[in-house]
């Protein structure tokens, strides 16, 4: 309930621009959210800490604003995503695919396949003096989601769809933040970005908690 209360105070101070909210929610939100995962799982589940971790920096950098800091910023996010990627990996498992899960991965791979090409073609306009980074950026979060949503269709698995939905939601959270910094500060970007944010830190914490052990890296 105090993520939720949290989650909630976050949304309402980015759409509106509340400083103070923003200040306190973003200082609360992760901490108070690794905790109810200690709680829940009455473990510790470092690599997904450390994921976490690595976002709360990240928001904290983000308080000051992304050009503020925008090497350290990028650091951090890209660390937690690589890790991410980690998980995605190693839980992939070869399953014979039927014709509608085909049909279903074709679809989705079509649709990030035009995301991305679509976004490309601003990058040069927006971002001139940093191409490389923005196509990486852009590039790293939909192959994420690739990987993620081809995990959970070959594998159906609880803690698959946990993750799937939290690299959707940090797609769609990470396109809106980069549309309001460098494109257009439109009101369902305003939106999309703090809701979406919080759906991908909870997905998160419940991966961790659904997952089972891996055996091919430690840790995992």
């Known amino acids: 309930m105090l993520f939720l209360f949290l989650g909630t105070i976050f949304i309402v101070g980015a759409i509106f621009n509340i400083q103070a909210l923003t200040f ?6 992760i901490p108070v959210l690794i905790l109810y995962y200690r709680y829940k799982a009455k473990t510790w589940f470092l690599p997904m800490i450390i994921v976490l971790m690595l976002f709360y920096v990240r928001d904290l950098l983000m308080l000051e604003g992304f050009f503020s800091h925008p090497e350290s910023t990028l650091w951090c996010f890209g660390g937690a995503i690589m890790i991410l990627y980690v998980f995605a990996l ?5 399953a014979k695919i039927h014709l509608v899960e085909g049909i279903s991965l074709l679809i989705m791979y079509a649709f990030l396949g035009f995301l991305f090409f679509t976004l490309g073609d601003l990058v040069p306009q927006v971002i001139p003096s940093h191409q490389v980074i923005a196509y990486i950026y852009i590039l790293v979060l939909t192959l994420l989601l690739a990987i993620t949503f081809s995990q959970y269709i070959l594998k159906s698995h609880y803690a698959s769809l946990w993750l799937m939905l939290a690299s959707a939601s940090l797609l769609l959270s990470e396109l809106s933040l980069f549309f309001k910094l460098f494109i257009l500060p439109d009101v369902s970007v305003t939106i999309f970005y703090p809701l979406f944010h919080v759906i991908a830190l909870f997905g998160m914490v419940e991966h961790a908690f659904h997952r089972r052990k891996n055996t091919i890296l430690p840790g995992f």
């Open 24 to 29: 306190i929610s973003t200082t609360l939100l």
């Open 90 to 94: 190693t839980g992939f498992k070869r």
